[in-house]
C-alpha cells in the first residue's frame, strides 16, 4: 500500500501559508476602512492666512489688509543698467608652454586663473615666464586664451 505524499510538516506550513493570507486580508480590509483618502473637497482645502502662513482655516475678512490695484502690478523682466563693457585685452603671464604638443597656460594678472591657450591662438612666438596680453572666449572646458600676443 503507498504511503501519503503529504506530511505533517506539509500540513502545518500549508495552515500558516493560509494564516498569513488572511491576516493580510484582514489588514488590507481594515487600512481601506480608516483610508483618508476620498476625504470631501472641503477637508483638502489649504489657506493661505494674512501673515502668508498655510492654514486649514478660511482668513478672516475683517483682518484683510489693503486693497492691490492691478495696474501696480508690472509683469516684465527686470532693465539691466548700463554696465561699462570689460576692457577685453588682458594681462598675463605663460607659465607653461610645450611647443611640440603645441599647447600652454597663462596665468591672469588680475584673477590669478590660470587659463589655456592653443598655438593657434598666438600672434608672437612665446616661451615661459613671457608677459602677454590676451582675449579670451568661452570653449568647450572653460575660458581659452586668443589673440595672444607679446607685452612690449
Do not use: C, W
Not at 475683517?62 to 539691466?80: G, H, L, P
Amino acid at each position: 500500500m503507498g504511503r501519503s505524499q503529504e506530511t505533517s510538516n506539509k500540513k502545518e506550513k500549508e495552515k500558516k501559508k493560509l494564516k498569513k493570507k488572511k491576516d493580510k486580508l484582514l489588514k488590507k480590509e481594515e487600512r481601506k476602512a480608516n483610508s483618508e483618502k476620498g476625504q470631501s473637497l472641503e477637508d483638502m482645502y489649504a489657506y493661505v492666512d494674512e501673515d502668508g502662513n498655510l492654514t486649514s482655516t478660511p482668513p478672516d475678512p475683517t483682518k484683510k489688509k489693503t486693497v492691490i490695484n492691478t495696474e501696480d502690478i508690472a509683469i516684465s523682466t527686470s532693465k539691466k543698467e548700463d554696465v561699462e563693457p570689460e576692457d577685453p585685452m588682458r594681462k598675463g603671464t605663460i607659465t607653461f608652454f610645450n611647443d611640440s604638443k603645441g599647447y600652454g597656460f597663462i596665468k591672469d594678472h588680475d584673477s590669478q586663473e590660470s587659463i589655456f591657450v592653443h598655438i593657434n591662438s598666438l600672434e608672437d612666438s612665446v616661451s615661459e615666464n613671457d608677459k602677454v596680453t590676451f582675449e579670451t572666449e568661452r570653449g568647450q572646458k572653460g575660458l581659452n586664451a586668443v589673440k595672444v600676443k607679446l607685452m612690449k
